[in-house]
């Protein structure tokens, strides 16, 4: 299940805590630093309220390096998380 939430204040945490029940797993995806991100807050509210109960595995964070972002088209592609750092951390998350 995908969530794209179109505003983070407010946030719509109700629907992500719907979707943890429903799933039972949690992977934040965004192209920010992982530090005070939105990733950060939606795991944190995951960890803190009553879905936390439905985890079958630790939450997840896929977000950009932690590096400033590079003028490089080839360095700023690869500070930034791709396809493959998501499917990555899906399959890790559900261990296969």
Same mark, same amino acid.
């Given at each position: 299940?995908?969530?794209?939430?179109?505003?983070i204040?407010p946030m719509?945490?109700? +629907?992500?805590e719907?979707?943890?029940?429903? +799933?039972?797993?949690?992977?934040?995806? *965004?192209? #920010?630093?992982?530090?005070?991100?939105? #990733?950060? *807050?939606?795991?944190?509210?995951?960890? *803190?309220g &009553? =879905?936390?109960n439905?985890?079958?595995a630790?939450?997840v964070?896929?977000t #950009?390096?932690?590096?400033?972002?590079p003028?490089?088209?080839i360095? *700023?592609?690869?500070?930034? &998380?791709?396809?493959?750092?998501?499917?990555? =951390?899906?399959?890790?998350?559900?261990n296969?």
């Amino acid at each position: 299940q995908v969530i794209n939430l179109r505003t983070i204040r407010p946030m719509d945490i109700e +629907t992500v805590e719907a979707s943890v029940v429903k +799933t039972n797993h949690l992977v934040t995806v *965004e192209g #920010g630093w992982p530090q005070f991100g939105v #990733g950060a *807050e939606i795991c944190a509210r995951i960890m *803190e309220g &009553p =879905a936390f109960n439905y985890l079958d595995a630790p939450a997840v964070r896929v977000t #950009g390096a932690d590096v400033p972002m590079p003028y490089a088209k080839i360095l *700023e592609d690869n500070s930034i &998380p791709q396809v493959k750092d998501i499917v990555f =951390a899906v399959k890790k998350t559900l261990n296969i």
